[in-house]
């Protein structure tokens, strides 16, 4: 019987326009890598994004209220004090939202691995 191997990405997403915000929080903040889109999907705004073998599809919405939802990614870190000084040290969201809507949660390696 044929199975499900491995989840190939996600899509999460941002407010229209807001592709310089998602880039400066996900690639200078967390380091994450800026992947090309193909040709045929650049038009459509947003960004996609590579975490090891996990892309993650950064797509544009309007109308959609981020606060209201449960979506969220999960990371598993390996310094959970070092991470959560990261993002608290670049400040709030200016949206009017909590602070980073876009990294809800953080796990820490090490308590899944002792």
Same mark, same amino acid.
């Given at each position: 019987?044929?199975?499900?191997?491995?989840?190939?990405?996600?899509?999460?997403?941002?407010?229209?326009?807001?592709?310089?915000?998602?880039?400066?929080?996900?690639?200078?903040?967390?380091?994450?890598?800026?992947?090309?889109?193909?040709?045929?999907?650049?038009?459509?705004?947003? @960004?996609?994004?590579?975490?090891?073998? @996990?892309?993650?599809?950064?797509?544009?919405?309007?109308?959609?209220?981020?606060?209201?939802?449960?979506?969220?990614?999960?990371?598993?870190?390996?310094?959970?004090?070092?991470?959560?000084?990261?993002?608290?040290?670049?400040?709030?969201?200016?949206?009017?939202?909590?602070?980073?809507?876009? @990294?809800?949660?953080?796990?820490?390696?090490?308590?899944?691995?002792?």
């Amino acid at each position: 019987m044929p199975v499900i191997g491995l989840l190939n990405h996600v899509q999460i997403t941002i407010p229209v326009g807001a592709e310089s915000e998602a880039r400066a929080y996900y690639c200078r903040l967390l380091g994450l890598v800026e992947i090309e889109k193909p040709e045929s999907l650049k038009g459509r705004g947003g @960004l996609w994004l590579q975490l090891g073998e @996990l892309q993650i599809h950064v797509g544009t919405e309007d109308g959609f209220d981020r606060r209201t939802t449960k979506a969220h990614l999960a990371y598993e870190v390996d310094d959970l004090e070092h991470w959560r000084s990261v993002i608290a040290g670049a400040g709030p969201h200016d949206r009017g939202e909590r602070p980073h809507p876009w @990294l809800r949660a953080l796990r820490d390696s090490r308590s899944v691995r002792e």
